[in-house]
């Protein structure tokens, strides 16, 4: 019954931009760090960015920084995604999962994890 649910997702041209939003029914992610991950087509599911429960501390892969913008509204229960300048690369089904209060860079040590939306860049 715990779930965390993604959206927001779907075909954009490079250069343009989704926000996507991972939001948690049957617990609440107050307590909760909550990271974004891809799989491309092929490739293993990589780190992405990851919010703090606190939100006070962020992270980010080198190849987004400056483009995503990773955010959270606790009383919505939900975490957000901000992607600006996408390239046809980071095409990949874009999954959020939770982990107690610390943002990890390991993608075992996550407890729950969203069924996935995708994202396609392309022109």
């Known amino acids: 019954q715990l779930q965390l649910v993604e959206s927001g997702g779907g075909l954009v041209q490079p250069g343009g931009s989704l926000r996507l939003s991972c939001a948690a029914s049957g617990f609440t992610l107050e307590h909760y760090a909550v990271g974004w991950f891809r799989q491309a087509p092929g490739k293993e599911r990589e780190g992405v960015s990851c919010?703090?429960?606190?939100?006070?501390?962020?992270n980010y892969a080198d190849s987004v920084k400056g483009r995503f913008t990773i955010s959270r509204d606790n009383a919505k229960n939900t975490v957000y995604l901000q992607m600006d300048s996408l390239q046809p690369d980071e095409t990949g089904i874009y999954y959020c999962a939770a982990l107690f209060y610390y943002c990890s860079g390991y993608v075992t040590k996550y407890h729950n994890w969203g069924q996935g939306n995708q994202v396609t860049v392309s022109s």
């Open positions: 919010i703090r429960n606190s939100g006070e501390r962020t």
